[in-house]
C-alpha cells in the first residue's frame, strides 16, 4: 500500500464524486433519458481510471433494449463496471444508501433500492425494475444478496428473475474476474467484517487491480417461452460459476 498514493486518488475520485452530483443536481431534470445514460456510462469510465483499476472485455453485451444482466458481486466497484459498457439500473440492499459517496452516486444513478426486511420488498422492487425494462434500459441484478471473493459463486435467489419474464426482457448472465498484478486474486473484494474505507484503502492505495468482464451467451431472448424462475436462476448461475 502507498499513502501518498492513496491519498492522490482518493481526492480525484471524491472531486469526480462531486462534480457527477453537481452535475446531476443541475441538469438530470432538464435532460433526456438517453442524456443521462450517456453521461452515467462516461462518468464511470473516467471514476476507474481515477481509482487505478483496468477493465477489459470478453464477448457480446446486449447493447440496445431492455435487458437483466445477471452478475456475480464481487466489490463496490462492480457498478461502475458494467456501467462502462452500458448504463445500467442496479438492484441494491438498501444499506448501500446511507454509505458515504458510494452511497450519494447509488442513488443519483437510478439504483433500486431493495429493503431485504419488508414483507413487500420483491413486489415494490419488481415494479421497479419492469419500469426501467419497458423503457428500454438495462437492468442489473446480483442475485448473491452480498459479496463474495469472486473466484467461485453463492447461491442465487431467483424472485428477481420474474420481473424480467413479466416484461420479456432478455436476460443475459455476466461473469467479473478480478485479478491482481495479473493474477486471479479476491484482493480488491469487499467481504467479511473489512469496512469500505478499508478496501478503498487496498484498492486505491494498491497497483495491479484490474477486472475482466465476460458477457456469457444469453439465457433466454424475451421472445420464445420462458422457463420458470427457478430454471433461469440455475442456467445463469451454472453460466458464471463455469467462468469463474
Known amino acids: 500500500m502507498n499513502g501518498v498514493r492513496f491519498l492522490a486518488r482518493a481526492l480525484a475520485a471524491l472531486t469526480w464524486v462531486l462534480a457527477g452530483l453537481l452535475f446531476m443536481a443541475l441538469t438530470f431534470a432538464l435532460c433526456g433519458l438517453q442524456a443521462r445514460l450517456w453521461s452515467k456510462k ?3 469510465v473516467v471514476l476507474l481510471w481515477l481509482c487505478g483499476v483496468r477493465v477489459t ?14 452478475v456475480n458481486h464481487v466489490s463496490w466497484l462492480d457498478i461502475f463496471v458494467l456501467n462502462r459498457v452500458r448504463a445500467t439500473a442496479f438492484v441494491a440492499k438498501s444499506e448501500i444508501r446511507h454509505w458515504p459517496l458510494i452511497g450519494w452516486l447509488a442513488r443519483g444513478a437510478d439504483t433500486i433500492f431493495i429493503e431485504r426486511a419488508s414483507r413487500h420488498a420483491v413486489h415494490k422492487v419488481g415494479e421497479a425494475m419492469q419500469q426501467r425494462f419497458a423503457s428500454g434500459q438495462a437492468v442489473g441484478l ?14 442465487f435467489y431467483a424472485n428477481l428473475f420474474e420481473p424480467a ?17 495479473g493474477a486471479r486474486s479476491d484482493f480488491a473484494a469487499f467481504v467479511g467484517d473489512q469496512t ?6 487496498c484498492v486505491l492505495g494498491g497497483t495491479g487491480t484490474s477486472v475482466e468482464m465476460v458477457f456469457l451467451p444469453v439465457i433466454w431472448d424475451g421472445q420464445s417461452e420462458p422457463p420458470v424462475r427457478a430454471e433461469l436462476s440455475r442456467l445463469a448461475h451454472s453460466a458464471i460459476n463455469l467462468t469463474l
Open 42 to 44: 462516461y462518468w464511470s
Open 165 to 181: 419474464r413479466k416484461a420479456g426482457a432478455v436476460i443475459q448472465p455476466v461473469a467479473l474476474r478480478f485479478y491482481h498484478h
Open 57 to 70: 472485455q470478453r464477448g457480446a453485451p446486449v447493447e440496445r433494449g431492455a435487458v437483466l444482466w445477471v
Open 142 to 155: 446480483f442475485p448473491e444478496g452480498t459479496t463474495s471473493p469472486g473466484l467461485s459463486v453463492l447461491p
Open 196 to 201: 469500505l474505507l478499508h478496501n478503498m484503502w
